[in-house]
């Protein structure tokens, strides 16, 4: 088992910057893959960003990259996610998630935090 806990949510103007944390307990050896998911009210959830567990390969959903960049601290066993130029579109509840094997669902899931971006 794997437990997730996210951090760093709140409201900020449109342009401003957030970074979010996720620190990670349990068993995070079996972990492949650490996530970013966000759901906005009234919206499906939707994959962010993504990063394999040694850091080698990141991926980012089209509608952040450029601005946000996730990265992670295995010594802390800690997945940041930075979010610059922020928009009032990206006003979600943001979830970190981890994947134990690649192209398998990402079966561990944090309580999430609020992002609000003000316009």
């Known amino acids: 088992q794997v437990q997730l806990v996210e951090s760093g949510g709140g409201l900020v103007q449109a342009g401003g910057s957030l970074r979010l944390s996720c620190t990670a307990s349990?068993?995070?050896?079996?972990?492949?893959?650490w996530g970013w998911f966000r759901q906005a009210p009234g919206k499906e959830r939707e994959f962010v960003a993504a990063?394999?567990?040694?850091?080698?390969?990141?991926s980012y959903a089209d509608s952040v990259k450029g601005r946000f960049t996730i990265s992670r601290d295995n010594a802390k066993n800690t997945v940041y996610l930075q979010m610059n130029i922020l928009k009032s579109e990206d006003t979600a509840v943001y979830y970190c998630?981890?994947?134990?094997?690649?192209?398998?669902?990402?079966?561990?899931w944090g309580q999430g935090t609020q992002v609000t971006v003000s316009s």
């Open positions: 998630a981890a994947q134990e094997r690649l192209g398998r669902p990402y079966n561990y």
């Open positions: 990063i394999t567990w040694n850091g080698g390969s990141t």
């Open positions: 349990g068993r995070t050896v079996s972990v492949y893959a």
